[in-house]
């Protein structure tokens, strides 16, 4: 059986690591927001005078047959987790009422 003294450095050293982990993706994105605010301020300068597309629906009937399969890979797969999980979660809320 462990100490409490012990799982305490164990939960603020983890804690301590979560901070850091805060504190750098925090400054990750000051400095991307300030790359991008300069990044908008050079695009400005260099707009093209060409005209805006057009989007319409129907453009998705010319992708390509590879970005069909991915899709169709990524919706066959989420069905069976999201079926996994509904299934837990009755099995969880079964369990807890027996």
Known sequence: MPRINDIHND???SLS????????????????????H?????A???VDAKAEEKIALLDVLHFPLSI???YAICVTF?????VFMQ????????????
């Not at 979560?18 to 790359?35: N, P, Q, R």
């Not at 300069?38 to 050079?42: D, L, M, S, Y």
């Not at 989420?78 to 999201?82: C, K, R």
């Not at 299934?87 to 027996?98: G, M």
């Open 68 to 70: 069909w399969f991915i």
């Open 17 to 36: 690591l979560g901070l850091l982990l805060c504190f750098v993706s925090m400054a990750m994105a000051i400095a991307l927001s300030v790359l991008d």
């Open 11 to 13: 939960v603020s050293d």
């Open 78 to 82: 989420y069905i069976g987790v999201f």
């Open 38 to 42: 300069f990044g908008e301020k050079n």
């Open 87 to 98: 299934n837990s979660l009755y099995v969880s809320a079964i369990s807890l009422c027996v």
């Open 44 to 46: 400005d300068e260099k």
